[in-house]
């Protein structure tokens, strides 16, 4: 005969096991509303290309002459010019951007974006002013035999990153915000240093070069072209582009807009 200690203990041993078992959590409470849903983008199959130039009517100001250091004398000059305003022959603007304002609305071309470089050269950053998408990497490369260091903002956040740079011919990569917008770019050790990145959510943008002339490839369509400057009023056109065709958009701003 079992007794009754004998059986309480061995029904104890059996439940033991079960008692060690972890209850599963409770699911989240459920907001009631779906996922945001992935904006629709529309499949190009068709491109064309616009292609102009930017100018500056009316004679430019002088450019900024800024004081550098006794410590960058040696390498960069005893004054470093401002080249947030770059101006070249007949009025030619330079570093100008130049985007489609409904590019987000078509899939990106077949061609990968190459990442975008800001050098340290001479005690100035170049180019002074670039455009690139909104959450990729921005190459920060310096190459003078002196301490720089790259300090970015955006916005509210004034510290998208501050990274130092003491060697010459050293290269990081950051990423840049995942909002578009404006990103300041600057030097605490020379406080001259300035570049702006303008970003955006979409591939479809470029800038000028030195002669002021732009060439970006886009969907077949109807588009707004938009031009930015860091120091004039941002202005955009109207335009209608078929397969293989090309089409010309030139920008003039006056010296009287800048600011």
């Known amino acids: 005969m079992f007794r009754p200690s004998f059986l309480r203990a061995c029904l104890l041993l059996a439940l033991a096991p079960a008692c060690r078992e972890?209850?599963?959590?409770?699911?989240p409470p459920s907001s009631g509303a779906p996922p945001p849903?992935?904006?629709p983008v529309a499949p190009v199959t068709e491109w064309g290309t616009l292609e102009g130039r930017v100018r500056l009517s009316?004679?430019?100001p002088a450019p900024v002459l800024r004081?550098?250091?006794?410590t960058a004398a040696g390498v960069c000059g005893a004054q470093s010019e401002d080249r947030s305003l770059v101006v070249g022959q007949g009025g030619a603007l330079a570093y100008a951007v130049v985007a489609l304002r409904d590019g987000a609305d078509f899939a990106a071309p077949p061609e990968p974006t190459a990442e975008p470089v800001l050098d340290q050269r001479k005690c100035s950053y170049e180019p002074p002013a670039l455009a690139a998408r909104a959450g990729s990497s921005l190459a920060l490369r310096n190459s003078d035999p002196l301490v720089h260091n790259v300090r970015a903002a955006s916005g509210a956040n004034r510290s998208v990153f501050n990274v130092a740079?003491?060697?010459e011919g050293m290269t990081l990569h950051r990423?840049?915000?995942t909002e578009p917008g404006t990103v300041a770019i600057r030097c605490d050790v020379h406080p001259w240093m300035r570049a702006v990145v303008r970003t955006f959510d979409h591939p479809y943008f470029t800038t000028s070069g030195a002669d002021g002339h732009f060439r970006l490839k886009v969907p077949a369509g109807k588009h707004t072209l938009v031009f930015w400057h860091e120091r004039l009023p941002e202005t955009s056109r109207a335009v209608e582009i078929h397969a293989g065709e090309t089409v010309t958009v030139d920008q003039e701003w006056g010296s009287a807009d800048l600011r």
Do not use: C, K, V
């Open 58 to 60: 009316g004679p430019p």
């Open 67 to 70: 004081d550098t250091s006794a």
């Open 22 to 27: 972890t209850p599963p959590s409770p699911a």
């Open 37 to 39: 849903a992935a904006r």
């Open 175 to 177: 990423p840049l915000p």
């Open 165 to 167: 740079m003491p060697l």
